[in-house]
């Protein structure tokens, strides 16, 4: 029986503190954004979940590439992990940005490239599980999968430049604005450093999260093949 | 083998370049598609039909009045294209795998991206074929001029960026339980840089706009067509492999 390696349980730990340190600077450390106020403190979270989900989009191609040439299952674990993460930070990305955007904009929703973008890179992680949901052979399902992923996300960077043709007018905090964005704000030292904190806790949660979930697909595959020699 | 025999095997039965039989696999899979189809015509029918009946149910849905059409015509038009291209899509692919033609292709002694290209551009020259009969159609049911130069390479380039993509994943969905659900699922939010692209340049060739204004969105579509096409032969092996 394979037992919990030591490494994976230090990163458990390292996680839970850098979660619990995160949130109390987010709410304790990071001045009040003047005009906007206490709301302002999702952005801190918002933007990393929303790291997170492009990050595991990420793995999840480089996932599917090295599976398409190598062949080897444990990729496809990879990929599912990712994505599947991916899903739960792209949807905290989207509906804590919907809670910031509606004292800010006045709405919950604007059709605004990286609100479109994120949304549709969610609808292709969807029909990612959905495509591997219809196919029972494990071979060609990891194939399809793979293959899916990839094609994604390629797309996706191509639907956040068409959107972004479009006038927007989501805030662009990091770099340069773009002239009718609304709900800008230059971040003081303080908030810089809470900001870059959550982005580094999140890429923790993310691979905690990652080899939790790649444990678990190996698991499940050492069970089934157990059950196969059973019926042989 | 020795060389005597290799140039007597090569004098007796000369091997075509690589190329050459590339592109007579090729052209073979696309002739088969054009002869099936001219027997039982039974895709482009129902793509022309699917096209029309998109075009009524937008006239009534959104009360297509001179005033507002203008703006929104490039909009039905694509929307119907795209609809009718998903349903040609998934019968071209369910026909292949259903009649089990599909595994006799892939025993054939051809490169599986001929059978790819193959099955791409008659896809795309029944897409072509239904905007062909749909424009003129549109143009009489609306009174608007459609035939413009520039719209016309504003639909070929969305077609093929729909049909490459569309090719692919549609050779997926049909291996799936789920298949007649599962394409639209997976291709509409991978495709959809060409349906704002397409639409946004057609609309800008109807509307007589600066080429300045539809120049982007022209080298969208040429980048998105070249980026799935290099893609989509690369991994359609994988879609095919058994």
């Not at chain 1, 990050?55 to 994505?83: E, Q």
């Not at chain 1, 990305?93 to 910031?100: E, H, M, Y």
């Not at chain 1, 479009?166 to 709900?183: K, Y």
């Not at chain 2, 370049?17 to 027997?39: C, H, N, Q, T, Y």
Request: aromatic share 12%; proline share 4%; glycine share 6%.
């Amino acid at each position: 029986m394979q037992t919990k390696p030591r490494w994976l349980s230090v990163l458990d730990i390292i996680t839970v503190i850098l979660l619990i340190a995160a949130t109390a600077m987010v709410f304790f450390y990071a001045p009040t954004e003047a005009v906007m106020g206490q709301v302002q403190r999702v952005f801190y979270f918002h933007v990393a979940a929303g790291w997170v989900g492009m990050l595991a989009f990420l793995v999840a191609a480089i996932a599917g590439v090295a599976y398409l040439a190598k062949g080897n299952r444990k990729w496809d674990i990879v990929g599912l992990s990712a994505i599947e993460i991916g899903i739960v930070f792209a949807f905290i990305n989207i509906v804590t940005g919907s809670i910031w955007a509606r004292p800010i904009w006045n709405t919950w929703w604007t059709w605004d490239p990286r609100l479109t973008t994120a949304t549709v890179m969610e609808l292709i992680y969807v029909a990612y599980l959905m495509l591997r949901q219809g196919i029972e052979d494990p071979d060609r399902r990891a194939r399809f999968g793979a293959v899916y992923a990839i094609v994604g996300f390629l797309s996706v960077p191509l639907t956040f430049f068409s959107a972004r043709l479009f006038r927007t007018i989501h805030p662009v905090v990091i770099g340069s604005n773009e002239a009718g964005a609304q709900g800008q704000f230059d971040m003081t030292p303080l908030m810089l450093q809470t900001f870059m904190f959550s982005l580094i806790t999140f890429s923790f949660v993310f691979a905690d999260l990652l080899w939790h979930r790649i444990r678990l697909g190996q698991l499940a595959e050492k069970v089934e093949q157990l059950r196969l020699k059973l019926v042989d | 083998m020795k060389p005597e025999t290799a140039i007597l095997a090569s004098e007796t039965r000369p091997t075509p370049s690589p190329l050459s039989s590339f592109l007579r696999a090729m052209g073979a899979v696309i002739w088969k598609d054009l002869v099936a189809e001219l027997r039982s015509r039974e895709l482009l029918s129902a793509m022309l039909v699917f096209a029309l009946l998109v075009i009524i149910i937008f006239n009534f849905a959104l009360e297509l009045d001179p005033k507002t059409r203008a703006g929104v015509t490039a909009g039905v038009l694509w929307v119907t294209f795209i609809f009718a291209g998903t349903l040609g899509l998934n019968r071209s692919m369910a026909i292949e795998k259903d009649r089990g033609c599909m595994d006799g292709l892939l025993l054939a002694p051809i490169d599986r991206s001929a059978i790819y290209f193959g099955k791409a551009i008659g896809n795309l020259i029944f897409m072509l074929i239904v905007e062909i009969i749909v424009l003129p159609l549109y143009s009489l049911l609306y009174n608007i001029n459609l035939f413009k130069p520039g719209l016309m390479l504003v639909i070929l380039l969305g077609s093929i960026g729909y049909i490459v993509v569309g090719t692919l994943l549609a050779t997926m969905a049909v291996q799936a339980r789920t298949r007649d659900i599962l394409l639209p699922i997976l291709l509409f939010p991978v495709a959809l840089p060409v349906l704002m692209a397409s639409v946004k340049a057609s609309n800008g060739f109807l509307q007589a706009l600066p080429m300045a204004e539809i120049q982007p969105w022209l080298n969208l579509l040429i980048v998105y067509d070249i980026i799935f096409t290099a893609v989509a032969f690369m991994v359609f092996d994988f879609v095919v492999e058994e």
